[in-house]
């Protein structure tokens, strides 16, 4: 199995978040697979699956950790991010109402990724984009 | 939270511009002290009509949107409104992808916003005299 180029644990905190989508988005860019400039949706990504680690997986619960992993598999990068809760399918989550607070995340991550999946046995959301084609100026879905 | 102000507040006639100045950036880390700055505003002016300008917001995400839409709630339990202007292309599509496009009423820059924000509430005030007339009649 290929070597993850970037791994990173923090603890289910927003406050652990920051640092992390900073670096996972610089090697992101460094390894060519966004262009610099062109971040936009492969931050929102992210921060949507990390958030969702944090508070739905793991309930905010400081003790339990995330974990994100990024792998280079021929045209893709594939994005682990683990949590330790109770898993979900994001095939099944619908856009909420209009009224509705939450509920948005795992709708704009399945917009913009190539695919977008639950690994029940890993406990991980596994998202896979290819190089550069992220939703690229909102144009790669109309 | 930071000591530094997200949200700066202006007035222009009948309208509140809430000019948000994130360095660019509105997202999970920082959007507790955007929505606190902007709730504690709308609840200390009754009848605001704040007008949301995002020109210097080049990134927001899911969680941002969940606070927009408490305080547009806020602003019309408070007998008032909001709207929204200058959203770059990328926000623009967060909110086409997710709908709320249909939920929020959303200008283009700053200073027309104003115009037709203004516009919008002076042809409310005149249909609400108008229906008062009727009932009367």
């Known amino acids: 199995m290929t070597k993850p180029f970037f791994v990173r644990e923090l603890r289910s905190s927003m406050d652990a978040l920051g640092d992390t989508l900073k670096s996972a988005l610089a090697a992101l860019v460094e390894r060519g697979w966004v262009e610099s400039g062109h971040t936009f949706y492969a931050q929102l990504c992210l921060e949507e699956a990390l958030v969702n680690a944090i508070t739905h997986g793991n309930q905010c619960n400081e003790c339990l950790k995330v974990r994100i992993e990024m792998t280079e598999e021929g045209e893709y990068c594939l994005i682990r991010v683990y949590d330790q809760g109770a898993g979900f399918t994001p095939e099944r989550v619908a856009l909420p109402n209009l009224e509705q607070l939450n509920g948005r995340g795992v709708c704009l991550i399945r917009y913009c990724m190539d695919e977008v999946s639950y690994n029940h046995e890993e406990n991980c959301l596994e998202m896979k984009m290819r190089r550069n084609t992220l939703c690229k100026g909102g144009a790669r879905h109309e | ?137």
């Open chain 2, 1 to 137: 939270m930071s000591d530094a102000r997200l949200v700066a507040f202006t007035e222009r006639g009948v309208i509140t511009i809430g000019t948000i100045q994130a360095g660019s950036v509105l997202d999970a880390v920082n959007v507790t002290q955007f929505g606190k700055e902007v709730l504690d505003f709308v609840n200390t002016h009754a009848g605001v009509n704040l007008l949301l300008d995002f020109h210097s917001v080049e990134y927001l995400s899911s969680a941002v949107l969940t606070e927009l839409l408490r305080i547009n709630q806020a602003c019309k339990d408070a007998g008032g409104g909001l709207r929204l202007c200058a959203l770059n292309s990328d926000i623009s599509k967060v909110f086409e992808i997710t709908n709320l496009d249909k939920m929020f009423v959303i200008y283009g820059a700053v200073d027309e916003a104003v115009m037709r924000y203004a516009r919008s509430l002076a042809i409310q005030a005149e249909e609400q005299a108008w229906s008062h007339v009727r009932k009367d009649t």
